[in-house]
């Protein structure tokens, strides 16, 4: 089995279509995609109706590794010592209830092109839900781990759009019975003992890696997601 890992750091939906298209040529047998995350952080919540197109200079931009290294640098030692953002769950009943309402459109529209793309590709084609520790029970340790994004510093908003972000994948594959691999259903079992794989809200630890990678193996094989090997293959 050959596996080409295709993630770039800081890519979102948008980008990662173009990343499947340079991966035609290898034509792989399975894809497996986790995206949303930079979705999320990097939302408009007052444009969801009008997606954008990255321009070719954040394109550019996303491939750099001196971009990469600056915004692990930032997010990882930067923002983590800045003074402690309120993550209290205080908030209008009327402004929560609108905040519900939220369709990531763009992001909905590009998991439906990914389908397609594998499709068009016959290749077979796996999502992973989105995986935190975040969540209303979670420890004062764990909370000041958490990294708001730009617009937010509120908890339960970043918490509704976690959930409406995962929603919003499973309803897609759901539509074409595309197998999901329930990343955070795996987290939850765990309790607050999650919080242990994770240094902020959505990226892990080398045990936490260990405990998504075994769970996913586990997952392809459960689903017969791979091609047979003949029993000579060394």
């Known amino acids: 089995i050959e596996i080409i890992n295709g993630g770039v750091m800081g890519y979102n939906s948008k980008l990662v279509l173009s990343r499947m298209q340079e991966t035609l040529p290898f034509n792989p047998d399975l894809y497996i995609i986790y995206i949303g995350w930079n979705d999320l952080y990097g939302a408009n919540l007052y444009s969801y109706s009008k997606p954008k ?10 491939k750099s590794y001196l971009y990469q290294m600056l915004r692990q640098f930032i997010f990882t030692e930067i923002l983590p010592k800045l003074p402690h953002l309120n993550w209290s769950k205080n908030r209008g009943d009327q402004e929560i209830a609108e905040f519900r309402k939220l369709v990531p459109l763009e992001y909905r529209d590009n998991l439906q092109d990914m389908i397609q793309i594998a499709r068009l590709n016959q290749s077979r084609i796996i999502f992973v839900t989105l995986g935190t520790f975040m969540s209303a029970e979670m420890t004062d340790t764990a909370g000041k781990m958490i990294i708001f994004p730009w617009w937010e510093n509120n908890l339960e908003k970043l918490l509704i759009l976690h959930r409406i972000y995962n929603e919003t994948l499973k309803s897609v594959t759901a539509q074409d019975s595309i197998p999901v691999f329930d990343f955070q259903a795996k987290l939850d079992i765990l309790g607050i003992e999650k919080e242990k794989l994770f240094f902020d809200p959505m ?32």
């Open 203 to 234: 990226h892990l630890y080398c045990d936490g890696y260990k405990f998504f990678g075994g769970n996913l193996a586990d997952f392809i094989i459960s689903q017969k997601l791979l091609p047979e090997i003949s029993g000579d293959a060394n």
């Open 53 to 62: 197109l990255p321009s070719e200079w954040v394109k550019w931009l996303h």
